[in-house]
């Protein structure tokens, strides 16, 4: 799926969202008229609504090992990566949010390292490693 596919989905689902909005208000517009509750039936099925099988993963994507931050010495990563081709430093505490960069799999975004800190109370950055 490319990046335009994914937009084109979003607006989409947006515009999912705002009819099914629009329907929840007229349902609401006639429960208040009526004082009461309408047995309101679906109109048609929709896909979303159908039961499907899951199907399997046919293949997972592992991502380089991270390391949990060690207590007491580190407690953030400082990321460093390439988006665009503009360099960004970004500091980051969430290690699943960091593995799932990893993977990403976008052309114009590269994780350049990752760095263990410590980050005193003051504001002054101690760097511990370079995890990657």
């Given at each position: 799926?490319?990046?335009?596919?994914?937009?084109?989905?979003?607006?989409?689902?947006?515009?999912?969202?705002?009819?099914?909005?629009?329907?929840?208000?007229?349902?609401?517009?006639?429960?208040?008229?009526?004082?009461?509750?309408?047995?309101?039936?679906?109109?048609?099925?929709?896909?979303?609504?159908?039961?499907?099988?899951?199907?399997?993963?046919?293949?997972?994507?592992k991502s380089k090992p991270i390391r949990q931050l060690k207590k007491e010495v580190e407690n953030c990563y400082i990321i460093t990566y390439n988006d665009k081709d503009i360099e960004k430093v970004e500091i980051q505490r969430d290690i699943k949010l960091i593995r799932k960069m990893l993977i990403l799999e976008i052309p114009h975004f590269k994780i350049i390292k990752i760095e263990t800190c410590y980050i005193d109370p003051q504001g002054q950055r101690n760097i511990i490693e370079q995890i990657l």
């Open positions: 799926m490319t990046s335009l596919d994914k937009i084109k989905i979003n607006d989409l689902l947006l515009k999912r969202e705002v009819e099914f909005s629009k329907v929840y208000e007229c349902e609401q517009r006639i429960n208040k008229i009526l004082e009461s509750s309408y047995p309101f039936t679906l109109p048609f099925t929709i896909p979303s609504m159908q039961k499907t099988k899951l199907k399997r993963a046919t293949r997972k994507i």
